[in-house]
């Protein structure tokens, strides 16, 4: 766990499912990134996803997970005890999944967590490879990347309006015209 | 062994700044009154699917480029989200279609992750050999298509052969040639036919004999070594810049293959070899994805034989709260027919969390990233597409190239549309 206490701007570490964590400071995003590379030897941004908890934990609730295999069917969110999924701290979750290409590899998620129209800066100086993902971002999810050379859309139309993986997008809003309306 | 051959393919970075996708014309190179801008795509027949690549061109040489995608996103990922868990293992496969089983896998692997869910092994090593058997499949497409575009037509007709005959055995194990759906959380949808490994071995022994006629058409065509050889130089840098994977990678001379790095399934219990080229140019991709074949090959018999040794053993979990149940046992069992009632209906739960599992698909490193708020379906699914990172590759591979030998780099990054576009 101590691995990443000097990265900057670090908030906490947590480990889920063997995978680690680090949750960073928005505002020291690029200085972590840069610290994760040079000092841990992260050369390889493997994908950047961005996660909106917009209505999370208000539909739906944790169901029934108790199996053969050994799972505690009487501990909370287990069968027949209904829960809510712990709150987030933001609305919008962005993970930054890196990977060690290197004799002793390694993966790690740095995740940053805004609200919508807080704007994140660019890891394109850390990584080029940001290019194409943060473009994405955007395009989604409608998370601004400040200092990118080419944030425009890329996956929806030039014209399009919305960030379609927002979960307030209107599922199948598409307008249809019909002749007798002309 | 070392990860990074050290050979120098070129000084320095070639990536373009400050937009590493776009290369922009250079006026010390090239007069701007002579550009022609060309619209390469998104219908041309060589560019492996809907790529648009806007061409500058002075004379025949590209003199800056940019590559536009997004012609066949089809929504996945917000479609898999209205679906239920067990739903959305369709979808998986429609996204990458070339390499449909492997896609299938590695959603499958990330519900699995998320459910801490183990699997029985026969399910583990029926689903290594139908995924090598893919990445056969897959790196045949690769290689039919690019030979065509390059003018050796008949490759295209040899591979389509051998292609047509991996589809048998897709259809015998899953009942289907493509997408077959046929991994299911927990394990496999049935047990695979009796005939599979005796068919599939002798797949095996025509596959290594075809391969080996492939390159001996090739390797012996002088317009295929000119064309291919030098041609679309990217460095080991420069590739782990772009964050390039799979055979392209292998290509530029990084010994990294995640089925060793950083095994999953049974990849640390069989034997293989990982091939790496050093002159990172478009032959050197082409001979990792022979190599891979024979390699494949080498795998998938290993599986047979472990296969064929665990007969009977169970293919799938017994966990009723998230595998369909026997059929027999509907007609006698009331708990049985609940289960089946609830299953379909409602489909099962998955605890909340979120997990990111990779494998090594055909185009490289193929992520998902799931998240779960602990209901019967994903909250988030993203597929971290190895196609869309190798397309953030074309500005950079392509630099002063003719025209002619675009179509050449742009089909040996192999990028796949639809997983590109999602």
Not at chain 1, 63 to 80: F, H, K, M
Not at chain 2, 188 to 207: G, I, N, V, W, Y
Request: contains cysteine; aromatic residues 10%.
């Amino acid at each position: 766990m101590s691995t990443y206490a000097s990265v900057p701007g670090i908030v906490e570490t947590t480990e889920v499912h063997g995978q680690t964590i680090v949750a960073v400071d928005p505002a020291r995003l690029v200085e972590a990134c840069l610290h994760l590379r040079d000092e841990h030897g992260f050369n390889f941004l493997s994908d950047i996803a961005a996660t909106d908890y917009l209505g999370w934990g208000e539909v739906g609730v944790a169901g029934y997970v108790g199996t053969a295999g050994g799972r505690d069917l009487n501990a909370p969110g287990s069968q027949g005890y209904a829960r809510t999924p712990e709150p987030k701290p933001n609305r919008f979750c962005v993970s930054y999944q890196l990977l060690r290409v290197s004799e002793d590899p390694a993966r790690l998620r740095v995740q940053v967590w805004i609200d919508d129209d807080e704007p994140l800066e660019s890891v394109i100086p850390v990584w080029p490879a940001a290019d194409w993902f943060e473009r994405e971002a955007w395009d989604m999810m409608g998370i601004r990347f400040t200092e990118h050379p080419n944030l425009v859309r890329i996956l929806m139309p030039e014209d399009w309006e919305g960030h379609p993986l927002r979960k307030d997008y209107p599922l199948g809003g598409e307008p249809v015209r019909f002749s007798d309306a002309e | 062994m070392a990860i990074v051959t050290p050979k120098r393919i070129y000084d320095g970075s070639r990536i373009p700044q400050p937009i590493p996708t776009v290369l922009v014309v250079d006026p010390d190179k090239h007069s701007l009154d002579d550009i022609l801008t060309v619209n390469f795509g998104p219908n041309h027949p060589s560019t492996h699917g809907v790529l648009r690549l806007v061409v500058d061109l002075d004379g025949e040489t590209v003199a800056g480029i940019h590559a536009v995608i997004g012609y066949l996103h089809t929504g996945f990922e917000k479609n898999m989200e209205a679906k239920t868990w067990w739903k959305s293992v369709t979808y998986a496969p429609r996204i990458d279609y070339v390499s449909f089983q492997a896609n299938e896998l590695l959603y499958v692997l990330a519900v699995e992750k998320l459910l801490e869910m183990p699997v029985p092994r026969r399910a583990t090593w029926a689903r290594m050999a139908l995924t090598e058997l893919n990445r056969i499949h897959s790196h045949l497409i690769w290689l039919g298509t690019s030979a065509l575009e390059l003018g050796a037509i008949s490759l295209l007709w040899y591979t389509f052969d051998d292609r047509d005959s991996l589809l048998d055995l897709f259809e015998m194990a899953g009942g289907t040639r493509m997408h077959t759906r046929y991994f299911q959380v927990g394990g496999l949808a049935e047990d695979l036919p009796p005939e599979f490994t005796s068919e599939t071995r002798k797949f095996c022994s025509a596959m290594l004999k075809s391969v080996d006629e492939y390159e001996a058409i090739l390797d012996r065509n002088a317009i295929w070594l000119e064309r291919t050889k030098d041609v679309g130089l990217l460095s080991a840098d420069d590739a782990l810049a772009l964050a390039q994977s799979g055979p392209v990678l292998r290509a530029s001379g990084v010994n990294w293959d995640l089925r060793k790095a950083m095994p999953y399934l049974a990849y640390d219990e069989v034997e293989f070899d990982v091939p790496v080229y050093s002159n990172g140019d478009v032959y050197d991709r082409y001979k990792v994805h022979m190599d891979e074949m024979r390699e494949s090959v080498r795998i998938v018999r290993q599986c047979l034989d472990r296969l064929d040794a665990m007969e009977n053993e169970p293919w799938i979990t017994d966990d009723r709260k998230v595998v369909l149940p026997p059929r027999h046992e509907l007609h006698t069992s009331m708990e049985t027919l609940i289960h089946h009632f609830k299953l379909v209906t409602e489909g099962f739960t998955v605890p909340e969390g979120e997990a990111y599992v990779v494998i090594e698909s055909p185009r490289g490193e193929a992520g998902c990233y799931l998240v779960s708020d602990g209901g019967t379906r994903p909250w988030r699914v993203r597929f971290r597409a190895p196609s869309f990172a190798a397309l953030q590759a074309t500005a950079t591979v392509v630099q002063e190239c003719l025209i002619a030998d675009l179509i050449a780099i742009a089909g040996s990054l192999d990028p796949v549309m639809g997983d590109a576009d999602r």
